[in-house]
């Protein structure tokens, strides 16, 4: 079609115009495209090879995984403190999310810059920061002292301390993921409905709530998917049974020097949490809640 | 994950260099116009860096003098990573040059190939007998000891690793660094092996030693910045940690103490990445900062002990005293086998792993 238009002189520019039209946002897509392929496409499909391949080709390196006990329970302890520290930042972001979206006044502002202050600070300091306020000489332990609690209980390097360090990390993540969309909830809406006689529970319930969720799966996503990341966090502050998969990988290559192993590990970490997302997909429905 | 390897990463001094790199590349930009370039190009070799208070020291004690000597520049480059020496060798694109790799390393990389042979050019005349090893030259060394809080035991600490191990006599909370290598040649001394019957080790005894200890091991430490804190704070009431720190802890009027008996040496080498196409500089330089007089100074700055014992004409007693090779210190401590532990690491590590984690 476009060379029958192209032959008559007039009808030239409208042509290279429907040209334009069809190429130019892949044109403009272009850069970003060209960047995810060289700096994610290329590196992720190294890896994918080099687990099959490194040292030579076979699958032993997932038979391995899946068959040592060892693995499985890193690889579930990892995702179980995920889910926990996702469901801890959801319950702590939303309240404060909503009460920010919900005022006009400089105390957002305010509220905006306490969250944001933590992402200027290094998570290695904030981490070390948490070693000090639970530690032996820190304040609650001294607080557990005056109220004659002697011995006072040890809360460093126990599960409780590492959650709650990965909580503190990642909470201006869900509180950004959840601000961002429930300021663009149209207030009238909840107007509307308590005039039509809705309690102020239900107008949440069946109005607010459903209206917030895409900033609730963005910020749970968001949190669990960093969160199955990290590991330099639990091996500081948590006890020393509890490992991450992320923190084995790391050992894997800078101790180990199996690539292939680690590889495989990356490969199996990402597929499973792939695997969540999908089926996320199938039940929930991610595009209506983004949409 | 374990990259801290060495002691020295400060965060204060290495976010201070940051500054100083940020304040020469931006005054470097604004004078640019006004240099007038050298019409000879310099040549650079690139050095791997553990970054913080060794870098402070190497750029001054060891860098400097070098491209003053030869003219040639030097680019530094950190963190130190093992696995990317290995990637260099494999891809053949070479971030740096040179690095110091420790013991158990420099073994693995011999075997591996992934480091040059020693330069036949390399004048060994000024060196120790036992300095260069598996194609490296030995420059420096620290020292796993025991350190413990005063308050804790104001009668004096464990003096051995078996008293480390005695709970009843010492009793208390404990900390290692997760490190299969450094750890398991301690838990046989405290079972009572003797120094020069460690290697190769036996891991099922190494391992019962460490099962009699482990419910007193609150944490297993990784960055040597950690492991000075838990000291300080005292999180632990004894610890197994680096020499420098502790000295660092007992400068700063900490209530601390340590000892030299059957502390762990650990040797640093300099090695030449395999097939660097500046391979010939990078021996040259090698030559340079082992030098005695240089290596002295280096040793004061950064903490560390030198391995070519005529530094020690250039190190004042005082200093020289805390350091783990000064022959006093040294006599009262061991060295690791590492050709023998190298063989055994990799089963050791991944044992080592499981079993922390049980």
């Not at chain 1, 923190?247 to 990356?266: N, P, R, Y």
């Not at chain 2, 093992?82 to 690095?99: H, I, R």
């Not at chain 2, 005063?150 to 009843?168: E, I, R």
């Amino acid at each position: 079609m476009g060379a029958i238009s192209a032959s008559t002189p007039a009808q030239a520019p409208i042509a290279a115009s429907r040209w334009a039209r069809r190429w130019l946002p892949w044109m403009l897509l272009a850069p970003v495209l060209v960047y995810l392929a060289v700096f994610y496409l290329v590196p992720l499909a190294i890896v994918i090879v080099s687990s099959v391949t490194d040292p030579s080709p076979s699958l032993s390196h997932y038979r391995d995984f899946f068959t040592d006990s060892f693995y499985l329970r890193v690889l579930s302890r990892t995702f179980a403190t995920s889910l926990i520290v996702t469901i801890c930042c959801l319950v702590l972001a939303y309240p404060l999310a909503y009460a920010m979206a919900r005022r006009e006044d400089t105390l957002v502002v305010a509220m905006l810059t306490v969250v944001a202050l933590t992402f200027w600070t290094s998570f290695l300091v904030r981490t070390y920061a948490w070693m000090v306020i639970l530690g032996n000489r820190g304040p609650i332990t001294a607080l557990f002292r005056m109220v004659g609690w002697d011995p006072p209980p040890e809360i460093l390097f126990t599960r409780f301390s590492s959650t709650l360090a990965m909580v503190h990390i990642l909470l201006p993540f869900m509180v950004m993921a959840l601000y961002s969309v429930m300021k663009k909830i149209d207030p009238a809406l909840l107007r509307a409905a308590q005039n039509l006689g809705a309690s102020p529970g239900r107008t949440f319930r069946h109005v607010y709530f459903p209206l917030s969720a895409p900033g609730v799966v963005n910020g749970c996503t968001m949190v669990f998917i960093l969160c199955l990341g990290f590991y330099v966090t639990p091996v500081l502050l948590g006890s020393p049974r509890e490992q991450m998969l992320a923190g084995l990988i790391g050992s894997q290559i800078e101790e180990l020097l199996d690539f292939g192993e680690a590889s495989a590990m990356a490969v199996v970490l990402l597929l499973v949490t792939l695997g969540l997302v999908a089926l996320y997909n199938r039940f929930v429905g991610i595009d209506t809640l983004w949409g | 994950m374990n990259t801290d390897k060495q002691p020295q990463s400060a965060v204060d001094a290495s976010r201070r260099n940051a500054l100083k790199r940020i304040v020469t590349v931006a005054s470097s930009v604004i004078a640019a116009p006004y240099v007038i370039t050298p019409a000879r190009a310099t040549e650079t070799l690139y050095v791997n860096t553990w970054g913080g208070i060794w870098e402070e020291a190497a750029a001054a004690h060891l860098f400097a003098p070098f491209t003053k000597e030869t003219g040639i520049q030097i680019k530094t480059v950190s963190p130190v990573s093992f696995a990317k020496l290995a990637a260099q060798a494999k891809t053949g694109n070479y971030e740096f040059d040179v690095t110091t790799l420790g013991g158990g390393d420099i073994v693995r990389a011999n075997d591996a190939g992934l480091i040059e042979k020693v330069d036949a050019t390399l004048d060994r005349t000024k060196m120790a007998p036992d300095q260069v090893f598996q194609n490296g030259v030995a420059s420096h060394a620290f020292s796993t000891i025991i350190a413990w809080r005063k308050d804790k035991y104001p009668n004096g600490g464990p003096q051995s690793w078996a008293d480390f191990w005695d709970l009843k006599k010492f009793p208390g909370s404990r900390c290692l660094q997760s490190y299969a290598a450094r750890v398991l040649p301690l838990a046989l001394l405290a079972d009572s092996v003797p120094k020069n019957k460690l290697y190769p080790m036996d891991l099922d005894r190494a391992f019962a030693s460490l099962d009699r200890i482990k419910p007193n091991i609150r944490v297993w430490w990784t960055q040597g910045q950690q492991s000075q804190q838990l000291l300080r704070d005292g999180e632990v009431d004894a610890i197994g940690i680096w020499h420098s720190r502790t000295i660092e802890l007992i400068q700063q009027k900490q209530n601390v103490d340590f000892t030299w008996n059957q502390g762990e040496i650990d040797r640093a080498y300099w090695v030449v990445s395999k097939g660097s196409p500046r391979a010939k500089l990078a021996w040259r330089f090698i030559q340079s900062v082992v030098q005695p007089d240089r290596l002295a100074k280096f040793c004061i700055a950064a903490n560390y002990g030198p391995l070519n014992p005529k530094a020690f004409e250039y190190i004042k007693e005082a200093d020289a005293r805390l350091m783990p090779t000064f022959p006093a210190n040294y006599k009262v401590q061991f060295e690791q086998d590492v050709a023998k532990a190298e063989p055994q690491l990799a089963d050791a590590t991944k044992r080592f792993e499981r079993w922390v984690g049980r």
